[in-house]
Every structure is written in C-alpha cells, then in structure tokens.
C-alpha cells in the first residue's frame, strides 16, 4: 500500500513538475532579431523593441480597431526591456557612418506583455488619453519662423499615436505672443499656465535653428548647405516638473544641401525633426506609462502650518508605505513638497491622512498634485 502511495505521489510531482514546464515553456519565446541604432545601447534597445513587438504577435493586434491600440503598444514597447528574460548579440557590425548593426537572440515573457497590456488598456479607459501642447519657436539665420517644422513633424508623430493635441487654431494672439516670449526668456512656468489653461496634461517647448554653413559646387551648380540645431524640453502641466530634455544632433548627415536657401533650410530642419522627433516621443510615452500605473512625482501643497509643524510632516511622509523619496520647502507658513511614490495620487492623499491622524485635510486631489489645509 505504501508502495502505491509513494509511486502515485512521485507521479503527482512529476506530472505537476512537467506541467509547469510546459506552462513557462509557452509563456517564453525566442525570437532573432536585428537591432540598428547609433550605439551599441541604441542597437540593443531596438532590437528588444522589435522582439517584443514580435513576441505579441496576435495576443495583441487582435485590439488594432480600438481607439486606444495605438498608445497601448507604444506604451507596451517604451517598456521593452521589462518583458526581456535574456538578450545575447549573435553578431555585430559598425558602417561607415557609425551606425551599429547588432543580430540579437531574445528571450522575451510573452504573459509579461499580456499582463501589461491589460492594465494599460483598462487605465486608459479610466483616464483618457492625455493632451499635450506644444510649442517650438524655429528660426532660419536668425529670423523667426511663422510655421515650425519640427513641431509640424511631432505634431504628427504624436497624433499618430494616440495623443491628443490643444488645437493650434484656439490659442489667441495674445497667448501666442506670451508663448513667444516665454521661450525667449526661457520661462516654462509662463507656457505651463497657457498649457493648463486649454486642459494640456504635458507641454513641450523650445527652439530650432537652421543657420547656413557654406556652398558647394557641384556639376556646374551652386549648391547651399544648412545645418539645423534644437533644444526641445518636456514638461509636466501641473507642476511644471521637467520631464526629459532633447537636444538635436550635430551629425552633419542631418544637414540639407539644396540649390535654393529656403529649400537647404527646410530640408536640414526637417532631418533634424527626422532625428529628434522618434526620442522625445518615446520618453512622453515612457512618462505617460509611469502616469498611468501610479508612479512618479506626486506635488503636496500644504498650507497654514508652523516651521515645527512642517519638520514633523517631512518625517512623517518618509515613512509612508510606497514613499521613495521627499524633498520640500518652506516659505510663509505654505510648504511645497514633492514625493516620489509607487502610488497615485489619490492613494497617496488617503495614506497621508491616516498617517497625520487628521491633522491634514485634503482640499483638492488631481491627477499629480494634492492641496490640503493643516489643522489649528
């Protein structure tokens, strides 16, 4: 009898033990791919992006007629390398124009992506989708521009996938020339309050220039040539937080070469838009997926509180479950707190209430930002 009870047990085991072999063996999948970027980090990044892409396959583009796919997968792959067991460089190369070739072999959890993309999906349904202003002042030699360039380029990209845009043609001359001169004084804060106004959850902002850089005489023609430059920043509406910071490349590959002025200029802006435009769009949707899970800055303005008052709210907030980091000020008996936490922020309100025992009340709960008056 104990013979039979033991040789069941061991099939039990190795039953369940196979089943769960075969269970990680259809969550994993391996796929091959080649990755090209401007670094071997670049490459890599790529590369894990399209295996990811791969990997989801129909578990994923069964959703392409949903209003939100788009965002969803660009959200899904800002996160690529969350979903990557293993990443092993099967063959390398580097051109002449120092672009990295990189043949990867990838391991990537498809139940990983599944997952994600559920929770994506639903708290887009829940929040919508977000809505970004931009604004970039571009100039050719010095002399400003009417219409951007780069910012018709990341207007598009960012419409393409899934974003929504203030439109362009309800922001009044006035607002226009504070935009203007908000730029030229480099004041985000001036932008951010035009930004909340027409309800933008993010901004974008800066300049780009397309400065001449020479002829060149080419089969009896004269040839001009420009070189384009940007400085492109992203911002959060609420707390004017800066999110990421692009700069444009110097490569003069980006460059324009053309036989009218104008068209040189253009062209180079344009390759400049070409170069910049993929980056800055992926980090908003980096930010936005942080958003949306509940992670990343969250602003506590408190006011009606004594400079002891303030000291014993830091350490308290320290100690809040889900607290990273806090770092405040003080100022005429207000006090501007940021905390990092792993929780939004209408989480994070009720857990500072509980640890305060009531001596915080909560006035007012956005999506990154909590006002609250400190009890007499």
Same mark, same amino acid.
């Given at each position: 009898m104990r013979r039979v009870f033991f040789y069941l047990l061991v099939v039990t085991l190795f039953t369940s033990l196979f089943a769960q072999? =075969?269970? *990680?063996?259809?969550n994993l999948v391996t796929v091959t791919v080649i990755g090209k970027g401007m670094s071997k980090k670049e490459a890599v990044a790529d590369g894990q992006r399209k295996a990811v892409e791969e =990997?989801?396959?129909? #578990?994923?583009?069964?959703? @392409?007629? @949903?209003?939100d796919f788009v965002l969803a997968k660009d959200t899904i792959l800002s996160r690529a390398a969350g979903f990557v067991q293993s990443c092993d460089i099967v063959s390398k190369s580097v051109d002449e124009d120092g672009v990295w070739t990189l043949k990867l072999r990838i391991v990537v959890s498809k139940k990983g992506i599944v997952d994600c993309w559920g929770v994506i999906t639903n708290l887009l349904k829940q929040m919508g989708r977000p809505k970004v202003m931009v604004f970039i002042r571009e100039s050719i030699d010095g002399k400003p521009q009417d219409v951007s360039t780069l910012q018709t380029r990341l207007e598009s990209k960012l419409l393409k996938n899934g974003f929504i #845009?203030?439109?362009?043609?309800?922001i009044k001359a006035i607002d226009q020339k504070n935009l203007i001169a908000a730029v030229a004084e480099d004041k985000p804060e001036k932008i951010q309050a035009i930004a909340k106004k027409f309800g933008a959850q993010i901004f974008i902002t800066g300049t780009a220039n397309a400065s001449a850089a020479g002829t060149k005489r080419m089969h009896g023609r004269v040839f001009y040539r420009y070189l *384009?430059?940007?400085?492109?920043?992203?911002?959060r509406s609420d707390t004017a937080q800066l999110l990421a910071a692009q700069v444009g490349t110097n490569d003069e590959r980006y460059g324009g070469m053309q036989q009218a002025r104008r068209g040189a200029a253009t062209a180079s802006l344009a390759r400049q838009g070409n170069y910049i435009v993929p980056r800055i769009t992926r980090k908003i949707v980096r930010f936005w997926s942080d958003v949306l899970e509940g992670r990343?800055?969250?602003q506590l303005k408190v006011s009606g509180l004594s400079f002891g008052q303030y000291a014993k709210l830091k350490k308290a907030l320290v100690k809040i479950k889900g607290v990273k980091d806090v770092t405040a000020k003080y100022n005429n008996k207000n006090a501007d707190i940021s905390i990092e936490a792993d929780c939004n922020a209408e989480t994070l309100a009720e857990r500072i209430v509980e640890a305060m025992e009531k001596k915080i009340e909560i006035t007012d709960v956005s999506q990154n930002v909590i006002k609250a008056d400190y009890k007499k």
């Open positions: 072999q =075969a269970t *990680a063996a259809r =990997a989801a396959g129909t #578990l994923i583009y069964s959703e @392409t007629k @949903t209003k #845009l203030v439109d362009k043609s309800q *384009a430059d940007a400085n492109i920043r992203i911002f990343g800055e969250v």
